[in-house]
């Protein structure tokens, strides 16, 4: 007999080593993320897949499943605080969803559509930050990172190098290229990399890709990041 | 008819998209107007508001004036609705929020392209500009938000329809966006 945790009273099996996130979305399951990817080693820094284990709350991509575990996952609560959590990922960054070629694509945005998100709350920072359009094919807008680290994790353990890092705290905390000049264009990143291609946001771009899919036709446009998430195609960076 | 519901729209800083938006209600239009009433809008040219059910904000607050007439909306109306991007978050007015104001006013009025006769305008009648633009929810309080740049009619539509029912208004899925 297989092991088994509930999560939301449903009984789903797991095996030895699985985080609750992956038991989950081997069951079909749908828990909120924005820094976990089925491909790389969690990060649980977003902290968007906050379950309650055993009355406790904690992240689903970082926390082993373990024999009888009782998880909440679609409570009001914990839908009222994944809300909260996207807000203050808004406002702590700069998105103007209007002028952003990720819009409709973009899983930040996604992600409060799902929640039902309708404004800011939160007094926005409006931090100052920067562009780099240094590089022929990829634009960076520190504008709209949210330091979740799969760029950085992508390059490192599936492109075999070593493009991003975070770097800093706090207000300052931003995005760093590994550059003697610090500039994007004098790293090893190729517009075909999986580190180019992994961002949620609209951090990360390729030039010249950006509306070739018309904004009101794109993936978010018509389904929920749920669906798309579970869906096994992975086609949820769309560009 | 007695006893319409009395709405007041305006737009700060915004373009005025959002009131197109609200038009493109057509001939829902008409059956609007059986239930509501229009005071303070750019529709009927009332100059300031009074006693109000709903009040429509467009835009975020860009100068002194946006702020004046944001707080007449909060005295007056029951219910404060912001709509759209810019009275949300700023929206693209607030990109130039990361510009000094000085280097803004130079830019439009003294050192841009074509300029003639160079200066910054400068008169009692004239609001002052904020250093920033702010969304609306930072100066007063708001009690329902729509979203989109601008929101669809059908926002529009949805959201007065279940009000004036009664209803707690909710957007469905595909009336949320933020683009
Ligand atoms: S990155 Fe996403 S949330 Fe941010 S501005 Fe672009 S579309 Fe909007
Ligand atoms: S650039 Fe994108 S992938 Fe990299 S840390 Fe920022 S949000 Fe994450
Ligand atoms: S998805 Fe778990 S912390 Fe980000």
New interface residues.
Partial sequence: MSKTITIDGKTIPFEDGQTIMEAATAADVYIPHLCHHPEFTPHGSCKLCTVKVNGRNCSACTFPAAEGQDVLNNTQELIDDRRKITQML?VEG???????EK??NCQL?AV???L?M????F??F?P?REMDASHPDVLIDHNRCIFCALCVRASQQHDGKNVFAISGRGINKHLIFNAESGQLKDTDLDKNDKAAHICPTGAILIKRTGYQVP?GQRIY??H?IDEVSLATTEHQHGE | MANKIRVATTSLAGCFGCHMSFLDLDERLVQLAELVEFDRSPITDIEHCTDCDIGLIEGGVCNSENVHTLREFRKNCKILVAVGACAINGGLPAMRNFIPLEECLSEAYLDGIGVENPQIPSDVELPLLLDKVRPIHEVVKIDYYLPGCPPSADVFWKFLTDLLAGREPELDYELVHYD
């Fill in positions: 808004f700069n998105h103007f969803c209007p002028s952003c819009t409709g945005q409060a559509y799902h039902n309708l404004d800011d709350h007094p926005l409006y100052n904004i446009d018509h929920e």
